[in-house]
């Protein structure tokens, strides 16, 4: 490197250093490279077009300003964009900075329109509502704290939730991970953060994407050749909330992606919230280097809400929808629905439907008509007590046995199956089931479940085991 190019652009940092805000600095001067001077023109490399265009959008005054005390009123800088996959090809954009045109552009070998004094920004994604640097937040703001009811189940992502809300990126809880089973609030609670920081925090850029959307993003800016773009686009991000992150399971490209710009807003003092399915040590798939960042911060599970939360719920609902309802009605319907706020919400609006098209009179027995339809499409969840018993009435053994250490082959896979079907039929996570199953570990339970697909596959006899017992716990 040309030691005159790099003595010039490091007296430019220190000025531009001393004039703009450390966050921006770090993120938008520090990844520059000084490249050559000659002519009078310094070219400096940065690491993508996007990346170019937000300098020229937001600081080609303090640059001009910088170069021009370094190398005079005649003073020329030169973008050299570091292209992806193109061999070491290069493109040059000039930037002429004479005093009496205050930085008019003009370009060199390229198609690009640079004469626009505010060029829209490029987006390496297509999301809705982008346009000219105002990035949409995604976020629904029917999804709010106050309409998410605190009870014992989920008191703690709650109150996380509330602490990250107050100060994005300056609490332990980065990232935050909200885990639970489906209907329990995990995107509820995402977007009831990501609404308050934008409350109490208007400067910052929140966003809210699902993990399934991201993925297909990246593969898009892949097909693209637009990777850099992609990743300089989240890196500028001060809330990333990120939904259903168990979707990047088994995609190496998004997940190694997904790690670096992870780690860029991490270090950063960026806020990264995330929800899953399940709690990280229960993620397949998952590399180990991610896995140990979702643990950096804390893992906030969401519980199916007891009853006296249900009630709450319900009251709440109708509350909002401006319906009154007897108490014997909500209770009826709290003490029959458990399994998630979901469903829950979904039957007493069936109630008020049926009672409103049909004109019929709000009574238990329409609650028990509504909630019986509920109950009959709900898949019914069993116990793990329950799987163990039957399967061990199956292979002729007491649970003690099949709990026990003893290695002998036919109680070792009758365990295994027990395991199978526990991390089939409930929502328990892998360390809970190999708990309750002889205090058994999660690997353990792992191994279990893929000896059982593996067995399936290849042995008649013992998938003539899984049928069966597939049968009877189905029942």
């Known amino acids: 490197m040309d030691v005159t190019a790099q003595s010039v652009w490091t007296n430019c940092l220190s000025f531009i250093k001393d004039n703009i805000q450390p966050q921006a600095y770090k993120t938008w001067f520090e990844p520059i490279v000084a490249v050559k001077l000659s002519d009078n023109a310094l070219n400096i490399q940065v690491p993508s077009k996007f990346f170019y265009e937000w300098l020229e959008e937001h600081y ?15 003073a020329k800088l030169v973008y050299v964009i570091k292209m992806e996959n193109t061999y070491g090809n290069k493109q040059p954009f000039t930037e002429k ?86 209907g329990l609030g995990k995107t509820h609670l995402a977007h009831a953060i990501g609404v308050d920081i934008k409350d109490k925090y208007p400067e910052k850029t929140v966003l809210y994407i699902s993990a399934e959307k991201f993925t297909q993003q990246y593969i898009d800016s892949v097909k693209k050749n637009n990777r850099n773009d992609f990743i300089h686009f989240y890196q500028i991000i001060d809330v990333l909330i990120i939904d259903d992150v168990q979707f990047l399971s088994g995609k190496s490209g998004t997940q190694d992606v997904f790690f670096h ?40 599970e969401l519980q199916s809400p007891d009853f006296e939360t249900r009630v709450s719920i319900l009251k709440n609902k109708l509350y909002r929808d401006g319906v009154e309802m007897p108490d014997d009605i909500i209770e009826y319907v709290a003490k029959h629905i458990k399994t998630n706020v979901r469903e829950l919400e979904g039957a007493i609006i069936s109630l008020i439907a049926q009672s409103s098209f049909n004109k019929k009179e709000i009574t238990v027995n329409l609650a028990k008509e509504i909630v019986e339809k ?31 250490k003893t290695r002998k082959r036919h109680i070792v896979q009758a365990r295994q199956l027990a395991m199978f079907f526990a991390k089939k039929y409930t929502k328990a996570s892998l360390a809970s089931i190999g708990s309750q199953i002889g205090k058994r570990d999660h690997a353990t339970v792992l191994h279990a479940c893929k000896t059982v697909d593996n067995l399936s596959s290849t042995d008649k006899q013992f998938r003539k085991y899984v049928e069966d017992l597939s049968k009877k716990l189905s029942l």
């Open 374 to 404: 509920f109950v009959k499409n709900t898949k019914r969840e069993v116990s793990i007590d329950y799987i163990q018993k039957v399967v061990s009435d199956y292979f002729q053994m007491d649970v003690s046995t099949l709990q026990s």
């Open 60 to 74: 080609v005054k303090i640059l001009k300003v910088a170069l021009t005390k370094e190398l005079g009123e005649t």
């Open 261 to 300: 710009i992870f780690n860029h807003l991490h270090q950063n003092g960026k806020q990264v919230i995330l929800t899953s399915d399940k709690a990280p040590v229960d993620m397949q798939d998952i590399e180990q280097r991610l896995l140990s960042r979702f643990k950096w911060g804390l893992s906030a």
């Open 97 to 182: 900075i004479p005093s009496s045109n205050r930085g008019a552009m003009k370009s060199q070998d390229v198609d690009v329109p640079l004469n626009n004094k505010n060029p829209e920004l490029k987006n390496p994604f297509i999301i809705p509502g982008i346009r000219n640097v105002k990035i949409e937040s995604q976020l629904n703001p029917n999804y709010s704290f106050e309409n998410f009811l605190e009870g014992d189940s989920n008191r703690l992502a709650r109150n996380a939730g509330l602490a990250v809300a107050n100060k994005p990126g300056g609490t332990s809880f980065n990232p935050l991970l909200i885990f639970g089973g489906v």
